[in-house]
């Protein structure tokens, strides 16, 4: 199915990030190899534009990083091979949380969950 948030733990989450950047990475060079016949220039500068777009989508250096949730302050975590644009757009994510209050709301909520787990251990199981 489709998720919009996977929560995992370092390890898991770093495998799962790694392989996914390593198959952008092989199915680009293969589009690139595709393109090499004539037909597959002219089909690739048909789909130039489309092609430029799903390579934006997936660049990490345009999100600059991710924040880390469940802290006090923002923390944005960046790959570790950055570069200048990607710490520029880190920044943007840290103002765009500072600026959406994301870590009160997350504090918020959890606390909310938190409540809401307690007062569904205090009441009586019925069978």
């Known amino acids: 199915g489709e998720v919009d948030v996977a929560v ?3 390890f898991t989450g770093n495998i799962i ?14 589009l690139k190899s595709m393109v090499k016949s004539f037909p ?7 789909l130039a534009g489309k092609f430029k777009a799903l390579k934006k989508k997936s660049d990490s250096n345009e999100a600059g990083g ?4 469940g802290l006090r302050k923002p923390v944005i975590k ?18 765009l949380c500072v600026a959406n209050d994301l870590c009160g709301t ?5 606390a909310a969950v938190a409540e809401k787990a307690e007062a569904e251990k205090a009441e009586p199981v019925k069978e």
């Open 8 to 10: 995992t733990d370092g």
């Open 17 to 30: 990030l790694k392989t996914t950047e390593g198959m952008g990475k092989f199915f680009s060079n293969e």
């Open 40 to 46: 597959g220039v002219l089909g690739g500068l048909l």
């Open 66 to 69: 991710a924040p880390l949730l």
């Open 78 to 95: 960046a790959h570790g091979s950055s570069n200048a644009k990607a710490f520029k757009n880190a920044i943007r994510q840290a103002k």
């Open 106 to 110: 997350m504090q918020t909520a959890l």
